[in-house]
C-alpha cells in the first residue's frame, strides 16, 4: 500500500495494552517503524504506562501521536480515564481505521470507535491467555467487541481457527505471520558444554516450571546447562524450584536481553515448553540463527517447528520432554540438520517484509470493506 500522488495516507490509529517488552509489542513497534509516514498515518494509544521504557523510546523517535490513557489508582477511575482519554484522541486524531491489538484494547477502543463511526479491524495474536480468566461475562464482551471489526489478522493458522471459533466469519479473517529480520548466517557453538536457550518472560503460561521438571530427569553423560533470558514475576518461583531440584548449577539467569539474535548466536538448541502459543517471536529468532528448537505441540508452533527443524511434546509429556532434550544434546548432526532446515523455513515464511506488506494490505482491504 503506498499512496498516490496528492492522496493522502490512510490515517490509522493503533491501540494495545501496554508496550512493555514482549512479542506482540515488538511486531507493532517493528511496523510502526516500518510504515509511519511512508504507507501510513499512524498514531498509537497504550492503555497503561510501561515500566520498561525500551519500546516507548522507540515509538518516541519514529515521532508519530502516541498517548497513554491512565495512570490513576482505582478500577473505576481508570476505566473512566480511559473512556474519557481516546474519546479525545479520536476526536483530535480523527483516524480513518482503529486497529487494537489483542483483547483489553478491542475490548475498549472497538465499541468506542464504532460509536465514533469509525471502522475497526483487530490484531489477534494468541490462541488462549489471562483474558480466559476473567468472570465469564467479561470474556463475552470482549468477543462482542472484536465481532465489530470489518476484518481480523491473525498471526498464525491456529490464531485464525480460534479468531473463528470466538464468533468473526472466516471471509474476514486474512493470515498475516509474524515477520523478524534474517541475521547473518551463524554456525553452532564448538564448546564441549551444550548450551540450551529459554526466551521468554518469566510468567505461568510459557512453561519454565514444564522445564525444570523434564531438566530434572535428564541423564546424559555430555555436559550441558541452560540459559532462561528474561524477567518477570515468576523469577523468584523460578529459583526457588531450580533450587530444589538440585539444577542451581546448570541453570543461568541471563535477565532481559536486547537481541534476541545475539542471544541466540551463543546457544545451541532453542527451547519452549509454554502452555498456548499463537505464533512465538522467540522461535522464530531462534530458527533464523538456524538453532533447531525442543517445544510444546501448541497453538501456532507446529506451523514453526515442522518434523525436521526440531522435535515437538505434548505439553504433559514430561518424559517425552526430557529424551527430546537428550536426543538434541547428544547428537551435533541432529543439531545442525535441523538447525539448517528450521533456518531455510523460517526465511521463507516469517520475513518482515512479507510482515509488513500484509499488515498494510489488511489496513488497505478494511477501508475498503467499510465502504461498502
Known amino acids: 500500500m503506498v499512496a498516490k500522488p496528492g492522496r493522502r495516507l490512510p490515517r490509522v490509529l493503533f491501540v494495545i495494552g501496554s508496550l512493555e517488552p514482549g512479542g506482540s509489542e515488538g511486531q507493532l513497534v517493528t511496523l510502526l517503524q516500518r510504515v509511519h509516514g511512508t504507507r501510513i498515518d499512524a498514531g498509537l494509544v497504550a492503555l497503561a504506562p ?90 463475552a464482551a470482549i468477543h462482542a467487541a472484536e465481532r465489530l471489526a470489518v476484518l481480523a489478522t491473525a498471526n498464525s493458522r491456529a490464531v485464525a481457527e480460534e479468531t473463528v471459533r470466538r464468533g468473526i466469519p472466516g471471509g474476514r479473517v486474512r493470515i498475516v505471520r509474524n515477520g523478524q529480520r534474517l541475521p547473518p548466517a551463524a554456525a553452532l557453538p564448538s564448546r564441549s558444554v551444550i548450551s540450551l536457550g529459554y526466551l521468554a518472560r518469566m510468567r505461568p503460561e510459557k512453561g519454565h516450571l514444564r522445564l525444570l521438571r523434564a531438566l530434572a530427569d535428564l541423564q546424559t553423560e555430555v555436559p550441558w546447562r541452560i540459559d532462561l533470558a528474561g524477567d518477570g514475576p515468576l523469577e523468584a518461583e523460578i529459583r526457588q524450584e531450580a533450587a530444589r531440584l538440585s539444577l542451581g548449577d546448570r541453570i543461568v539467569f541471563c535477565g532481559a536481553v536486547s537481541d534476541a539474535s545475539e542471544f541466540w548466536r551463543d546457544r545451541d538448541v532453542a527451547v519452549l515448553f509454554s502452555d498456548h502459543e499463537g505464533s512465538p517471536n522467540a522461535l522464530i529468532e531462534a530458527a533464523l540463527m538456524g538453532r533447531p528448537m525442543v517445544a510444546t505441540a501448541v497453538g501456532g508452533v507446529p506451523e514453526l517447528v515442522g518434523e525436521d527443524m526440531g522435535l515437538l511434546v505434548g505439553p504433559e509429556d514430561s518424559p517425552g520432554a526430557t529424551k527430546a532434550l537428550r536426543r538434541m544434546i547428544e547428537s551435533r548432526n ?32 478494511a477501508l475498503e470493506l467499510a465502504t461498502r
Open 334 to 365: 541432529l543439531r545442525e540438520r535441523m538447525g539448517a532446515a528450521a533456518r531455510e523455513h523460517a526465511a521463507r515464511r516469517y520475513s518482515v517484509e512479507a510482515f509488513v506488506d500484509g499488515h498494510c494490505a489488511a489496513i488497505d482491504e
Open 50 to 139: 510501561a515500566q520498561d521504557p525500551r519500546h516507548t523510546r522507540t515509538v518516541d523517535a519514529i515521532g508519530l501521536p502516541f498517548r497513554v490513557l491512565a495512570t490513576q489508582d482505582g478500577r473505576a477511575a481508570r476505566i473512566a480515564s480511559y473512556v474519557r482519554t481516546l474519546g479525545a484522541v479520536l476526536r483530535s486524531f480523527r483516524p480513518d481505521l482503529v486497529y487494537p491489538w489483542l483483547e483489553q484494547s478491542a475490548l475498549l477502543a472497538a465499541p468506542m470507535a464504532r460509536a465514533s463511526g469509525i471502522p475497526v479491524a483487530i490484531a489477534r495474536r494468541n490462541v488462549s491467555g489471562p483474558y480466559t480468566e476473567r468472570p465469564a461475562p467479561v470474556v
